[in-house]
């Protein structure tokens, strides 16, 4: 293969050189697979066609996929000192209903073949003829229908590259993999892990790009570093080892794509002990003064929705705040996380929120089980237009999870970079088809457990956004209590 020297490790040299029509990686999270088949691409984009040459068209999840690819694609083009004409970007123009679409093209003149980034709609490789690359296939949402149009291509001496991690057991993936194994299906499938990467000389050439030497220590450090940051999902994100079940609704990397940094997450902590303590109203007045109240007055003068998932002694309460960015889409504010926190405390602090934000559009509150008189509560200050205690069943989730989804699919909703979010939202699971709660929990970055409380705060939020809120004038709030008495806002 006539790549630059030692510019593949020995398992991406081997996916290059394994020439079958149809093959498949099972593969670990930032092993560089897809970098190793960008080069391959080239060379067969750049080729006459008597030399093996065709189009290529990639397939991503997202829009980021697609413009990382096409760029380590110019990348080994420029390295092979091939001719290519410059990045062209366009819109997708085979149907209409697709108009919106952006298309990523790189034109080799000396070949006339080309490189495409397609987006995932089956229909889009309808007449196409040359190789398909489909990366992180397990995240497709019609990889059934999307493989079986690019396995047509095989009929016209095309090619099919199915590059993945695991999305649990049941996925079409798995079942592809499954297929290809045992013989019920032609073609090869590899499988690297995160441990066999490394061993191959993955930490190496981190470390050369980072310009700092090897060790054998650094190496199991910064693989120990790796490990503990994947925590339990380890098994399935690094070796390569599927999620029993049906498969986790929410991708990590469709959480990823949403993140950003500088958003708040505030935790407030107490041991069991608190509850009784004369001084806990005082101490919790103090932390909303001091820590609270700062992020509030930054809060920009835009609407806000509000979810919050309840709980008192084994789970997290969680309040995640939004705040309308425009067109659509939704930003996160900031969010709340208490722990072991009493119910006169948690109301303080609800109250404190809402009656901080600038514009309340509309809340919606876990009303389960010890949930339900603080929801309540909540009701009866700020009005049922603007309040509404759920009752969380699995018919609500049924309804609400899928459109909290699709604002990701969109990179409509923006999260805090956190682990512990993600590691929520992978507590959302299909059952039966229907998305729902995991009844597992994980270790959080505390050290303490949780159970997909702030997936539960964020549904709700979202849907609370998405709601037709309060008209003005159509309620007068009640005012009473502990609240007003004692943590007025100039206090």
Known sequence: MPTPDNALLPYQQAWVDDRSPLKVSEKSRRTGLTWAEAADDVLIAASARSAGGMNVYYIGYNQDMAIEYIGACAGWAQAFNHAAGQIEEGLWTEDEADRHIKTYTIRFPGSAFRIVALSSRPANLRGKQGVVVIDEAGFHDQ??????????????????????????????FNELVKEVRSGKRRGSVQRITFREAVAQGLYRRVCLRLGKPWTATGEQAWMDEVYAFYGEAAAEELDVIPKAGTGAYFSRLLLEQCQRPGIPVLRYAKSAEWVTDPARIEQARLWLLD?????????????????????????????????????????????????????????????????????????????????????????????????????????????????????????????????????????????????????????????????????VAGVLAYSAARDDGLVIGDFEPVKAGIWDEELAWTG
């Open 143 to 172: 990889l059934e229908e999307l493989l079986k149009a690019a396995l047509a291509l095989l009929i016209w001496g095309g090619r099919v590259r199915v590059i993945s991690t695991h999305n649990g057991e049941a996925n079409p």
């Open 291 to 455: 820590v609270l109240k700062p992020v509030l007055d930054n809060l920009a003068g835009k609407r806000c929705a509000l979810g919050q998932d309840f709980g008192r002694d084994g789970d997290l309460s969680v309040i995640w705040v939004l705040q309308d960015a425009g067109a659509g889409h939704w930003h996160t504010a900031f969010i709340v996380e208490l722990r072991r926190i009493p119910f006169d405390v948690q109301q303080l602090i609800l109250f404190y929120v809402i009656d901080g934000l600038p514009l309340f559009h509309k809340g919606k509150l876990d009303a389960r089980g010890n949930g339900q008189s603080h929801a309540e509560a909540a009701v009866q200050r700020y009005g049922a237009a603007r309040m509404e205690a759920v009752m969380l069943s699995a018919g609500w989730y049924g309804q609400h999870f899928p459109p909290y989804k699709a604002a990701y699919e969109d990179q409509a909703l923006t999260v805090p970079v956190s682990e512990d979010i993600i590691a929520d939202h992978r507590r959302v699971i299909l059952k039966r088809g229907v998305p729902g709660m995991d009844d597992r929990r994980d270790k959080g970055s505390d050290g303490q457990y949780r159970h997909g409380d702030s997936a």
